[in-house]
């Protein structure tokens, strides 16, 4: 069917051409206008549909739902009409002729909106397109979060794909509207020896808002689409009860720290993921990226969700980027759609109703600092660590004031993780000198995408560059987690690894087996005894999320915590199974993505700052 429609499109373009654009309408004539106009317009749309607008597979039909063949009939017949007026042009049949223009109102007004709505239209195509292709695994609810938080710091490379791609795209193609739009020529027809008008001003204004019209639908619907953007209908329409049914309140949860309070070094690989590993070893690679992480992991325990080999968390709703992460695992709470007034990434309004490890150390008596390569400010993270334990924040900005850095270093998102690893260990050094337990997060990010940041000090064995990144970078962590343990303060220390979320560069993985569950790294070393006795079963067939993490994290440093739940997570050392593992991984995420009443009123909200108890509102 699908080729059928795509010939019988070049077929009706061809008829329109013999008796509309052809002179001498004798047998050659006709047969070399059948051929020309049915593999042009054919050959034209494949280009189109797989290099620009990025289709995957665009002759497997049966990836494409059933409707497929007759989208593509339509889009043979735009592509063919656009190909038939070229050459009318081209041949004299078509010509142009200038008309003095009618400075009406009501034409100028018309002339406006239409371009107005061809840009925004236009915008959507561009930046739905760009952003699959950029954020690979881009979740509606990420999307409308950054769009509420504060941006600051990003990538420098990413920001230059958006400017060179949609943007640039999109004002080319706004301009030359324009020029369709203002134009004050009518289109004049010619095939034998009279001529007559065809396109007149008013039909150009009508044709250009109708243009219009059809290309912000099409961007919008297109976008809603590509980006699966009909989930967020359910961030704001169907409420579920889930979190405050499942919601252990730390508040109120009794936790019993050991008499001697342990330290805790918490480091965040940036997209980390098991699939790094060898096939044999539960990964997808042929060849081993994370050989050294994969010895270091001996000494340690990791949660995996296979019988043997490493595993992990799978994705999970509200924790597929790096800030997402981060508060999913410091909260035990996912990271969910702002509504109403509410933000992220604003002083004192960081989920202030929530409570995190950074609180609960904080009460304990623990020096906190966070460390980054690039600038806190990024998603607000500035905000959540000031307001959840007030940590000491050591990123770009506070390595240039420390003179650690030149005042105009900018390598990758701030500076490299190389320079990371030694700023981190002067902070260490530092932290253990005091007489109070320290709490340390870092976070690297040469792995992020697109292709990571190589290192001038990296060997380059793989031809992929993203491959000699992750090699190079899992070696350096190791590296650093080696010094931490030949350091006099490391016997009363836990260390806990975790790849943040699971990577978004789109061509690493273009060519994974959709089958194949990737799932993030995780390792926790030298944790209290109470954690150590945990039998086998506790570390294979696991089902769990990025929230489990905050109550697992605080009983490796020996907290007894009351029914091994804290927000909506669970120890994953105890006997107690996770949401995923009761209520099922698909279900939860389900869940999840739906509004919060108690999360938009009690985690968004802090009422004991507001004057009073919720119940008064």
Known sequence: ???????????????????????????????????????????????????????????????????????????????????????????????????????????????????????????????????????AGLTPDQMMINLNSDTGGASPEVMNT????????????????????????????????????????????????FLA???????????????????????????????????ADPKKVKMTFPEKKRNLIHIYLESM?????????????DTNLLPDLGKLSKEGYNFSDLPEGFGGNPSSTGANWSVASMVNMSS?????????????????NFLPGATTIGDILKEQGYNQTVMFGADASFGGLDYFFEEHGDYKIMDHKRAKEDNFIPQDYSVWWGYEDDKLYEYAKMELTRLAGEDKPFYFVMETADTHFPDGYLSPNAKTPFDKQYANVIFYSQAETVKFVRWIQSQPFYENTTIVINGDHLSMDQNFFK???????????????????????????????????????????????????????????????????????????????????????????????????????????
């Open 162 to 209: 958006l400017f060179q791609g949609p943007v640039l795209l999109t004002a080319v193609v706004t301009v030359l509207f324009c020029v369709f739009a203002f134009s004050t020529r009518k289109i004049l027809y010619k095939l034998h020896e009279k001529q007559r008008t065809v396109f007149s001003g008013l039909a150009r204004r009508l044709t250009a808002l």
């Open 511 to 617: 060519d994974f087996d959709p089958n194949y569950r990737r799932t993030c790294f995780n390792l926790i070393l030298n944790p209290t005894p109470n954690c150590t006795s945990a039998p086998d079963t506790r570390f294979h067939n696991r089902e769990w999320a990025t929230f489990d993490m905050l109550p697992t994290m605080l009983a490796s440093i020996g907290v007894e915590i009351e029914g091994n739940k804290l927000g909506i997570g669970t120890n994953l050392f105890s006997d107690t199974p996770t949401l995923f593992e009761r209520d099922g991984t698909d279900f939860v995420n389900e869940e999840l993505e739906k509004r919060s009443n108690f999360y938009n009123e009690h985690i968004l909200v802090d009422w004991s700052r507001v004057g009073g108890d919720k119940k008064d509102k």
């Open 273 to 285: 993921e098991n699939s790094y590993f060898s096939k044999e070893l539960g990964g997808y690679m």
């Open 332 to 348: 035990g709470l996912p990271m969910k759609v702002p509504v109403g007034a509410n933000a992220y990434g604003s002083a004192d």
């Open 213 to 247: 019209l059809l290309m912000l639908s099409g961007g919008v619907v297109f976008g809603v689409k590509k980006l699966s953007l009909q989930k967020l209908y359910a961030a704001y329409a169907d409420d579920s009860p889930y979190i405050e049914d499942n919601f």
């Open 1 to 135: 069917m699908f080729w059928f429609l795509g010939v019988l499109a070049g077929l009706l373009l061809s008829v329109a051409d013999i008796f509309l654009l052809t002179r001498k309408r004798n047998a050659p004539a006709c047969i070399i206008a059948v051929l020309r106009d049915t593999l042009v317009s054919n050959l034209a749309s494949l280009g189109i549909m797989s290099l620009i607008l990025k289709i995957p597979n665009v002759l497997l039909t049966s990836e494409h739902g059933k409707w497929y063949p007759l989208k593509y009939f339509v889009f043979v017949l735009a592509v063919g009409l656009v190909f038939l007026f070229g050459r009318g042009v081209v041949e004299g049949v078509i010509s142009f002729s200038h008309t003095k223009p009618k400075h009406k109102v009501g034409a100028w007004i018309l002339r406006i909106l239409s371009v107005l709505f061809a840009a925004l239209g236009m915008a959507a195509f561009t930046a739905s397109i760009w952003a699959a292709d950029t954020f």
